[in-house]
């Protein structure tokens, strides 16, 4: 991940104004709940905080890039930055008690120390506890920052002690400019992965890192298909992805079919656009007489649900026990949907 300080991070300004307010002001909060979907700017963002903290002599509330503690931070060897990750599933007590150790100690080299807590809803209930311990009162010069997608997730005791701080969905604009800053992506591919990013450049990044143009096409051939394909053929299909998304490594388990959901609804959402009238509004530019002719021949409230359905799905994913159930329901309601 490459370093940005607070005004080069785009599509956050809201979030940035409140911290540069509150280092304007003095009273610095010890604890920061950072909420929103992956890959829009938390961790980036955290890393700014921790930069503009500890500069020795910060510009607007920022940090100048030139001393000590801003070159570590922007090098990633800044000693006082602690990040806790879960370790398999979740993060759990060993880990906090391990924390809560390190915390007693002096920071190296500025006033700040900055824990960051990646995925801090995976905390177990033992390691939730004694984590709110160090929240109620951590020892001065420390900085507490987690990072959760849903902060329904978290305990209320844990939330209602910390700052909260909202990220957004970044919008497609700024996804496309950044892909085009940031990769070697052509213009095309770029505003294609940001219309089906759901706002998160995090997921366009890795959709265009892995096989995702291939994957796209197979995806929409197959949704293609799906309506005129036999009930039984449709759940072989079902169970087929399920098969391919189990394979994956257990941190991304379920990633693929995320990113799967989310192709087949900017198919539903393109075939909507065009019912009502909006046909320049369109996301899969290049499949546009396809989109044309099938919407023709479906109702809007069947694609409306559909959508709903995908929507949906890709919410169950993170606590489904039953893929291939899940899976098998999903493709037939889809299917009827799209009948
Ligand atoms: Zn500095």
Known sequence: MTFKSFSQIRGQERAIRFLKQVIAGGKIPHAYLFTGIPGVGKTTTALALAQALNCREPINEEGCGGCRACKQVMNGNFPDLISIEPDNQNIKIDQIRELNRNLCFKPVTGPYRVSIIHQAETMTAEAANAFLKTLEEPPPGNILILKVTEPLDLLGTIISRCQK?????????????????????????????????????????????????????????????LPSIPAEDALDMALMLTREAKKAKTDEKGKDLFNLFGLWKSWLRDLIVVKVGWTEALFNLDFSRNINKTAHHLGLENLINGFFLLDQAQKDLRGARNLDLMMENLVLNLRKCLI
């Open 165 to 225: 701080i909202p990220f957004r969905p970044l919008t497609r604009v700024v996804i496309k400019e950044l892909l085009m800053t940031e990769t070697d992506i052509d213009e095309e591919s770029a505003l294609l992965l940001a219309n089906i990013s759901e706002g998160s450049l995090g997921q366009a990044i890795d959709s265009w890192e892995g096989d995702f143009l291939q994957k796209r096409e197979e995806a929409i051939v197959g949704l293609i298909q």
